[in-house]
């Protein structure tokens, strides 16, 4: 039998016209020449991650291999236009034959080439958010499922939870128990509105941002020459940020490669932070299990943070078990150790922030330059009071100031009817968060309620004998005027016939929730005020309206916590006023690009960003780590990558803070323990400073040591001076 001889082409040996070695160190360079099979290539935070990466492409271009034979992906279009530019000017061609861009705008790519495949016109449409949720309003409205007796999912939470589950595998319904349990008495009604969302999207001739991953994939699957076109074009595929990647673009990535196997895998399994938002960490951690001969190369000298920031780093990645070991090692000269700051409580933390910033603007250094970290964002409520109070310029990366938020002005506005009858826009907001009510249908029950509101009023011109109020001379008690206004539960009532009948059972709710949190003692206390509206109304429209109602409710927890030191509610809408304006006047001042302001921002949405100053606030365990991962070790471990990721966005200094004392409800100023995290830390890679208030003597305080080591303490004064009108801040 003949013996096969194979006869390779020959190919000269490539020109560079890139010196590669001078241009990157040895592990990136490592990766940038590896052989052909699969690569995962683990780029720690700061250790030039994109530019491997772009190199990596340029070397296999300059090593013969067409640019049309190469698939890039990324996670965003300005970082696929980003990449795309430096292969270019690093490459010197023209590469408009690369294919490289987000995974959904390749999608949408191939399935324009392969429309009928699927049962799609070629002309089919993509809907964005709005139209998606449009349509999807629509699909309800025929079905009649949200007739307003029993709170129905909104379009938006609808869309969250059939996403969540098309791009984690995750069946529907364990979706609704895990994210909204109490939808689960109509899991059978969702599943027959997501099957008529569907038809109807294939009526019209759309797919939604998902269909364009999960119609991909089925290209795939069920159409082995398709399948074997885009496997045989696409000789080398890479990816970045690939830790971030759900189930379905995981398995488009195999499918893929599968032939030629030159799959590069780009990213950094201690930075997998977003299994929230469907991200599965078993895509980076399990690589070398799915590919067989991976090739894996770690790039661990890092040129953003200082060693001794570094050396932190290292330090609070290291208790997780499930990762791929790798240390960080500096590239840049040392500097000041990280600062761990014990502090009595919420407020004081937010001095404290404050001062710190204030004193190193003063030393040269910008605001702008600075960044404070947080788990959840109510975390930063007190500082943005602080912060507020000071005119201290800031901007909020992960969402709008606090007091901005729907949330918080839905659940203000039933204190502002009670406590102002006549509010017309408390009365608007609170009628339109009801089914079937607009604009116009808002303001005609305004003007019946109004109207019936001024008859009641008529009998309210004596001031009413309940609650009698000490005069502050000594004299006989007076009637405050809340205890003037007329009661709002009646009016409802009397002119509950107006309204529609999809509205009635939401109308008969809202009356009774007024009468409950309207009547002494809990009128005069906002904090009992919110935790009624909450119990009895909003937890339920809060689940059926925001995809992130968890979030949110969190928030209201606070603000009713917050709003136990106030005694008197008309002080408390005084003070959410006076936050509210200043913001707005903050909000305003926004528009100027140039203007040098303090940026706050949850660590998820500053993945990814650099500051000279990072501040880490509110490690308490509980808050972070956040509660429910406290027993779950997977959760757990991703907490603690997300404080790995906080740690690592400063460059030169870094502070960590935790309060000593804070509020909760039911339990007034609770002890807090330091997070467990702090724990992890050895002693001697942080300074720590224990503050003293500007008068008095130092106030001594026993507290848990995180590492249950004595230590030397530096003295930090808290200067700021007393607020002459003696605000709650």
Same mark, same amino acid.
């Given at each position: 039998?003949?013996?096969?001889?194979?006869?390779?082409?020959?190919?000269?040996?490539?020109? *560079?016209?890139?010196?590669?070695? =001078?241009?990157?160190? &040895?592990?990136? %360079? !490592?990766? $940038?020449? @590896?052989?052909?099979?699969?690569?995962?290539?683990?780029?720690?935070?700061?250790?030039?991650?994109?530019?491997?990466?772009?190199?990596?492409?340029?070397?296999?271009?300059?090593?013969?291999?067409?640019?049309?034979?190469?698939?890039?992906?990324?996670?965003?279009?300005?970082?696929?236009?980003?990449?795309?530019?430096?292969?270019?000017?690093?490459?010197?061609?023209?590469?408009?034959?690369?294919?490289?861009?987000?995974?959904?705008?390749?999608?949408?790519?191939?399935?324009?080439?392969?429309?009928?495949?699927?049962?799609?016109?070629?002309?089919?449409?993509?809907?964005?958010?709005?139209?998606?949720?449009?349509?999807?309003?629509?699909?309800?409205?025929?079905?009649?499922?949200?007739?307003?007796?029993?709170?129905?999912?909104?379009?938006?939470?609808? *869309?969250?939870?059939?996403?969540? =589950?098309?791009?984690? &595998?995750?069946? %529907? !319904?364990? $979706?609704? @128990?895990?994210?909204?349990?109490?939808?689960?008495?109509?899991?059978?009604?969702?599943?027959?509105?997501?099957?008529?969302?569907?038809?109807?999207?294939?009526?019209?001739?759309?797919?939604?941002?998902?269909?364009?991953?999960?119609?991909?994939?089925?290209?795939?699957?069920?159409?082995?020459?398709?399948?074997?076109?885009?496997?045989?074009?696409?000789?080398?595929?890479?990816?970045?940020?690939?830790?971030?990647?759900?189930?379905?673009?995981?398995?488009?990535?195999?499918?893929?490669?599968?032939?030629?196997?030159?799959?590069?895998?780009?990213?950094?399994?201690?930075?997998?932070?977003?299994?929230?938002?469907?991200?599965?960490?078993?895509?980076?951690?399990?690589?070398?299990?799915?590919?067989?001969?991976?090739?894996?190369?770690?790039?661990?000298?890092?040129?953003?943070?200082?060693?001794?920031?570094?050396?932190?780093?290292?330090? !609070?990645?290291?208790?997780?078990?499930?990762?791929?070991?790798?240390?960080?090692?500096?590239?840049?000269?040392?500097?000041?150790?990280?600062?761990?700051?014990?502090?009595?409580?919420?407020?004081?933390?937010?001095?404290?922030?404050?001062?710190?910033?204030?004193?190193?603007?003063?030393?040269?250094?910008?605001?702008?330059?600075?960044?404070?970290?947080?788990?959840?964002?109510?975390?930063?409520?007190?500082?943005?009071?602080?912060?507020?109070?000071?005119?201290?310029?800031?901007?909020?990366?992960?969402?709008?100031?606090?007091?901005?938020?729907?949330?918080?002005?839905?659940?203000?506005?039933?204190?502002?009817?009670?406590?102002?009858?006549?509010?017309?826009?408390?009365?608007?907001?609170?009628?339109?968060?009801?089914?079937?009510?607009?604009?116009?249908?808002?303001?005609?029950?305004?003007?019946?309620?109004?109207?019936?509101?001024?008859?009641?009023?008529?009998?309210?011109?004596?001031?009413?004998?309940?609650?009698?109020?000490?005069?502050?001379?000594?004299?006989?008690?007076?009637?405050?005027?809340?205890?003037?206004?007329?009661?709002?539960?009646?009016?409802?009532?009397?002119?509950?016939?107006?309204?529609?009948?999809?509205?009635?059972?939401?109308?008969?709710?809202?009356?009774?929730?007024?009468?409950?949190?309207?009547?002494?003692?809990?009128?005069?206390?906002?904090?009992?005020?919110?935790?009624?509206?909450?119990?009895?109304?909003?937890?339920?429209?809060?689940?059926?309206?925001?995809?992130?109602?968890?979030?949110?409710?969190?928030?209201?927890?606070?603000?009713?916590?917050?709003?136990?030191?106030?005694?008197?509610?008309?002080?408390?809408?005084?003070?959410?006023?006076?936050?509210?304006?200043?913001?707005?006047?903050?909000?305003?001042?926004?528009?100027?690009?140039?203007?040098?302001?303090?940026?706050?921002?949850?660590?998820?949405?500053?993945?990814?960003?650099?500051?000279?100053?990072?501040?880490?606030?509110?490690?308490?365990?509980?808050?972070?780590?956040?509660?429910?991962?406290?027993?779950?070790?997977?959760?757990?471990?991703?907490?603690?990558?997300?404080?790995?990721?906080?740690?690592?966005?400063?460059?030169?200094?870094?502070?960590?803070?935790?309060?000593?004392?804070?509020?909760?409800?039911?339990?007034?100023?609770?002890?807090?323990?330091?997070?467990?995290?702090?724990?992890?830390?050895?002693?001697?890679?942080?300074?720590?400073?224990?503050?003293?208030?500007?008068?008095?003597?130092?106030?001594?305080?026993?507290?848990?040591?995180?590492?249950?080591?004595?230590?030397?303490?530096?003295?930090?004064?808290?200067?700021?001076?007393?607020?002459?009108?003696?605000?709650?801040?």
């Amino acid at each position: 039998m003949a013996r096969e001889y194979q006869l390779n082409p020959f190919q000269a040996p490539p020109e *560079l016209r890139i010196d590669y070695a =001078a241009e990157l160190n &040895g592990q990136q %360079l !490592a990766a $940038v020449s @590896a052989a052909p099979g699969p690569a995962l290539v683990l780029a720690g935070a700061g250790a030039g991650k994109t530019r491997t990466l772009t190199y990596r492409v340029a070397w296999l271009i300059e090593h013969g291999i067409p640019p049309e034979r190469i698939l890039l992906l990324t996670f965003t279009n300005k970082a696929a236009r980003e990449m795309m530019q430096r292969v270019t000017d690093l490459a010197g061609t023209n590469l408009t034959t690369l294919w490289g861009g987000t995974f959904h705008s390749l999608g949408l790519r191939i399935l324009r080439r392969h429309p009928e495949r699927l049962g799609y016109r070629p002309d089919f449409g993509v809907a964005d958010r709005d139209d998606a949720k449009e349509l999807l309003a629509a699909c309800v409205g025929e079905s009649g499922l949200d007739d307003g007796k029993k709170l129905f999912p909104k379009p938006e939470v609808l *869309l969250e939870l059939f996403s969540k =589950a098309v791009n984690t &595998g995750t069946p %529907l !319904a364990q $979706v609704i @128990a895990e994210e909204h349990a109490s939808f689960l008495t109509q899991i059978e009604n969702i599943h027959k509105l997501q099957q008529r969302y569907t038809e109807r999207k294939r009526d019209a001739g759309l797919m939604d941002f998902d269909d364009l991953l999960v119609r991909w994939l089925e290209l795939l699957r069920d159409h082995e020459d398709v399948r074997e076109v885009y496997q045989r074009r696409f000789q080398f595929v890479l990816v970045d940020e690939y830790q971030d990647t759900n189930r379905l673009q995981g398995e488009l990535l195999d499918l893929l490669s599968a032939r030629h196997g030159n799959l590069m895998a780009v990213g950094d399994d201690a930075q997998s932070i977003y299994s929230w938002r469907g991200a599965n960490f078993a895509n980076i951690i399990e690589f070398p299990e799915r590919h067989l001969g991976t090739h894996v190369f770690k790039i661990e000298t890092n040129y953003r943070s200082s060693p001794e920031i570094l050396a932190l780093a290292n330090a !609070a990645i290291s208790g997780n078990t499930r990762q791929f070991p790798k240390a960080l090692v500096p590239a840049r000269p040392s500097g000041p150790k990280p600062v761990l700051v014990t502090c009595g409580e919420a407020s004081e933390q937010a001095a404290f922030v404050a001062q710190r910033a204030l004193e190193l603007r003063e030393e040269g250094r910008p605001l702008a330059d600075m960044c404070v970290l947080y788990r959840s964002h109510f975390h930063a409520m007190e500082l943005q009071l602080e912060l507020t109070r000071r005119r201290i310029p800031f901007l909020i990366t992960s969402g709008l100031r606090f007091f901005e938020q729907a949330h918080v002005k839905d659940v203000a506005a039933y204190i502002k009817l009670v406590t102002n009858p006549f509010d017309e826009l408390a009365f608007k907001r609170m009628v339109k968060m009801m089914p079937g009510v607009g604009l116009k249908s808002a303001d005609k029950l305004w003007q019946e309620y109004r109207g019936a509101l001024e008859v009641e009023a008529a009998f309210f011109a004596k001031p009413r004998p309940a609650a009698p109020v000490a005069d502050v001379d000594g004299g006989e008690p007076t009637v405050s005027k809340e205890q003037m206004m007329p009661l709002v539960a009646p009016v409802l009532g009397a002119i509950a016939n107006k309204v529609s009948k999809k509205s009635v059972t939401a109308w008969a709710h809202w009356m009774a929730t007024i009468a409950q949190i309207e009547k002494p003692p809990v009128r005069f206390s906002p904090s009992d005020m919110i935790r009624q509206v909450l119990k009895a109304d909003y937890i339920d429209y809060a689940e059926a309206t925001f995809e992130n109602a968890k979030t949110r409710l969190e928030d209201l927890e606070q603000l009713a916590t917050y709003a136990e030191q106030f005694t008197d509610t008309t002080e408390f809408l005084a003070q959410l006023a006076l936050q509210t304006n200043l913001e707005a006047e903050a909000s305003t001042s926004e528009e100027k690009e140039d203007e040098d302001r303090l940026r706050l921002s949850s660590i998820h949405q500053a993945k990814g960003l650099e500051f000279g100053v990072v501040f880490v606030i509110m490690l308490c365990d509980g808050l972070f780590p956040s509660a429910w991962s406290l027993d779950d070790l997977e959760g757990l471990e991703e907490e603690r990558r997300l404080f790995y990721v906080a740690v690592t966005r400063a460059k030169d200094e870094l502070y960590l803070s935790y309060p000593l004392l804070r509020y909760t409800h039911g339990a007034g100023a609770a002890m807090q323990q330091a997070s467990r995290f702090l724990g992890e830390i050895p002693s001697e890679l942080v300074e720590e400073w224990n503050l003293r208030p500007a008068y008095g003597a130092p106030v001594q305080v026993r507290r848990p040591d995180p590492r249950a080591v004595a230590d030397e303490f530096r003295e930090a004064d808290i200067s700021g001076e007393p607020d002459p009108e003696g605000e709650p801040f």
